[in-house]
């Protein structure tokens, strides 16, 4: 089993649409939980963390953590085109120096 | 400067060619990391620096891969004898110490073809 699971997608949504990215881990021990972007060809970009359960707002980013259920996800409103890209979930252990990524999920916004 | 530099930005071998890949960390980041990523993966750990030493080298994934960090700065990431399964992208990281569970920011990446 994976330590962490996204499915690959492509998820598409219409520009102004929201946008719901899911991963789930399999470690409880799990305490930070990452969320980046990736554009074709370019190394991930960290977008939003989370610590603790419940909601997380950063703009038109919202991620979402429920431990009981091993479960993170992250929410984009208003899509646009330019958020089409592959968005990378990572679960970190405490006091542990690696971070765990998913396979990524594939996200196209259409105009 | 005011990221992380990776250098070089490309690099095709042969097979059986050894390689060496530079990471120029965030000045005064102590601890520093590299990643594979496979096309179409995420990025898989492969190793971990506090200043000059190397405290895991689990993701390591043969004897042929080799990093240093001897003056707890730049780092190489060295692969010897190289195959096909090598070419993928090598990122490095590094952060402020005690810091990694705020997230960390990669470099541009090292994209190895092995042909």
């Known amino acids: 089993q994976k330590e962490v699971e996204q499915n690959s997608g492509p998820l598409s949504v219409p520009e102004g649409a929201i946008a719901s990215l899911n991963c789930t881990y399999s470690?409880?021990?799990?305490?930070?939980f990452f969320w980046y972007r990736q554009y074709s060809g370019k190394s991930p970009e960290l977008i939003m963390s989370?610590?603790?359960?419940g909601d997380k707002e950063d703009g038109r980013f919202t991620a979402q953590l429920n431990k009981a259920s091993q479960y993170v996800s992250l929410l984009i409103r208003d899509s646009q085109p330019s958020d089409s890209a592959t968005y990378l979930c990572a679960v970190n252990r405490y006091n542990f120096n690696k971070f765990y990524f998913g396979s990524g999920t594939k996200l196209n916004v259409k105009p | 400067g005011a990221g992380v530099s990776q250098s070089p930005r490309y690099k095709v071998a042969k097979r059986g060619q050894d390689v060496a890949l530079r990471c120029d960390p965030i000045s005064g980041h102590v601890s520093l990391f590299w990643y594979q990523q496979a096309l179409g993966q995420g990025p898989e750990f492969l190793t971990y620096?506090?200043?000059?030493?190397?405290?895991?080298k689990s993701g390591l994934p043969s004897d042929r891969f080799f990093a240093e960090r001897p003056e707890g700065s730049v780092s190489t990431l060295k692969i010897q004898r190289t195959q096909q399964e090598d070419s993928a992208v090598y990122l490095c990281a590094s952060s402020v110490q005690g810091a990694i569970s705020y997230g960390y920011t990669f470099g541009s990446g090292t994209r190895l073809t092995v042909v």
């Open positions: 470690d409880r021990g799990s305490q930070s």
């Open positions: 620096f506090q200043n000059e030493a190397q405290l895991d």
């Open positions: 989370i610590y603790s359960n």
